[in-house]
């Protein structure tokens, strides 16, 4: 099964696709203090083509901040809210992430989106308020 972000971490499992390998190394990926685990030549493979994972990851969460933005609407702030819950039920999302949650986690890690609260589950969290911080690149 899948292990609770954090855990994953940890225990140098991938939060996205949970493949673990006993080379995993933590990394910056920017100047923030966010550490995302990547594994050295670590790669994904999806609809015939080879990728690492930190390009799966970094393209999902983009991805995640242009669904958010389809799928939300403008805060006060103007900012977008999406509800978990349409998020996951989104025909679209489904088809495209392995596992939503785990992109939704590690856009949060980035700084790209937030919620309140620590956990997205399916039912109990559906009318958690998901805000896209960072507008996606176009």
Known sequence: ????????RQQ???SVCSSSSSSWSSSNSDSSSSRIAVR???THTERGSSMSHQETVDRECEEIKKDIK???????DGKYVVKFGNLFDDDKAQQYYEAIVGTLKAARTKGFIDWKGQMLLKGAHDSVDITLLVEPDE
């Open 1 to 8: 099964g899948k292990l609770p972000f954090a855990a994953a």
């Open 12 to 14: 140098g499992v991938c």
């Open 40 to 42: 050295e030549g670590a």
């Open 70 to 76: 389809r799928l939300g609407a403008p805060n006060a």
